[in-house]
Antibody
Framework: QVQLQESGPGLVEPSQTLSLTCTVS??????????WSWIRQRPGKGLEWIGYIDYSGITYYNPSLKTRVTISADTSKSQFSLSLTSVTAADTAVYYC????????????????WGQGTMVTVSS | QSALTQPASVSGSPGQSITISCTGASSDVGASAFVSWYQQHPGIAPKLMIYEVSNRPSGVPDRFSGSKSGNTASLTISGLQAEDEADYYC???????????FGTGTRVTVL
């Protein structure tokens, strides 16, 4: 059973870069048909898709965030990472990593496995 | 990229049926076979409840069902139970921007 776990600083200063890592256990992140995702949830608000990286390393980003976001992967460590630059208080949120399935061998077209989430506060 | 529109809240008594709507556009919900629904209890990560508009993952009770008509998707909970009280989010793939969008979220209250 695949499990995901986010890690990273809980506090980031304004204008700095937010960096988070998601460690995947129980499965390879190089599997065809899987996309490794970042999703966030501002306090008391809804979910917002940030972007994902596919099994071959191609990235896709939310158009509203793409100038500030980079998602990368380290297959040797079974990890993928999020970098969000020039953060403001509006980036304060719970950040989730997740597995997105794009294959008929799993729950096609859905975020089927989520990490527990990590709270990141942007404040000086 | 605008969030899909959901009612802020829906309520029902135990045993009743409720339906949550998710309205998008012809570029997302209307065009996508990949509409999904998620349940979120307070302080816990979302859980997949419906994928590909109307399919249930293993372990999800059959009282949860999904459908779509035009630009609006719907989640129906039949035989409402106390443990169904949670927030629910829809999501759709948007092919023209190769991105995903979530709904605004609906708080389900069991009276």
């Amino acid at each position: 059973q695949v499990q995901l776990q986010e890690s990273g600083p809980g506090l980031v200063e304004p204008s700095q870069t937010l960096s988070l890592t998601c460690t995947v256990s129980g499965g390879s992140i190089s599997r065809r048909g899987y996309y490794w995702s970042w999703i966030r949830q501002r306090p008391g608000k809804g979910l917002e898709w940030i972007g994902y990286i596919d099994y071959s390393g191609i990235t896709y980003y939310n158009p509203s965030l793409k100038t500030r976001v980079t998602i990368s992967a380290d297959t040797s460590k079974s990890q993928f990472s999020l970098s969000l630059t020039s953060v403001t208080a509006a980036d304060t949120a719970v950040y989730y990593c997740g597995e997105y399935c794009s294959s008929t061998t799993c729950y096609d077209g859905a975020f089927d496995i989520w990490g527990q989430g990590t709270m990141v506060t942007v404040s000086s | 990229q605008s969030a899909l529109t959901q009612p802020a809240s829906v309520s029902g008594s135990p045993g009743q049926s409720i339906t949550i709507s998710c309205t998008g556009a012809s570029s997302d919900v209307g065009a996508s076979a990949f509409v999904s629904w998620y349940q979120q209890h307070p302080g816990i990560a979302p859980k997949l409840m419906i994928y590909e508009v109307s399919n249930r993952p293993s372990g999800v009770p059959d009282r949860f069902s999904g459908s779509k008509s035009g630009n609006t998707a719907s989640l129906t909970i039949s035989g409402l139970q106390a443990e169904d009280e949670a927030d629910y989010y829809c999501s759709s793939y948007t092919s023209n921007s190769r991105s995903h969008v979530f709904g605004t979220g609906t708080r389900v209250t069991v009276l």
